[in-house]
């Protein structure tokens, strides 16, 4: 964890962890990964991160990604974590 908050996806998928906080996958404010001296945004409306989905199985169509869900996750500095649609 990170001097500060971080935000996070978790999810239906594997590759989104199952549902599991600990397989979250780590997202980051729009303007931070451009290298050094790069314009960071003052407050982010915009995070980022990459996953890729495995192609659905059992003769899908060739490419297409099954349905799934996600809920974002707020992991403090403390290590507390607040799930999506909880609390204020």
């Given amino acids: 964890a990170g001097p500060g908050p971080e935000l996070l996806v978790v ?8 549902w599991e906080p600990c397989g979250a ?5 729009a303007g931070t990964a451009a290298g050094p001296g790069a314009l960071a945004l003052q407050e982010p409306g915009l995070w980022l991160g990459e996953v890729e ?9 060739p490419g ?8 974002f996750l707020k992991r403090e500095q403390g290590g507390a974590l607040s ?4 609390g204020r």
């Fill in 53 to 61: 989905l495995e192609a659905a199985q059992d003769g899908a169509e």
């Fill in 83 to 86: 799930w999506e649609g909880t």
């Fill in 25 to 29: 996958v780590r997202l980051r404010p």
């Fill in 64 to 71: 297409r990604v099954d349905t799934f869900w996600y809920k």
């Fill in 11 to 18: 999810g239906s998928r594997p590759e989104l962890g199952h």
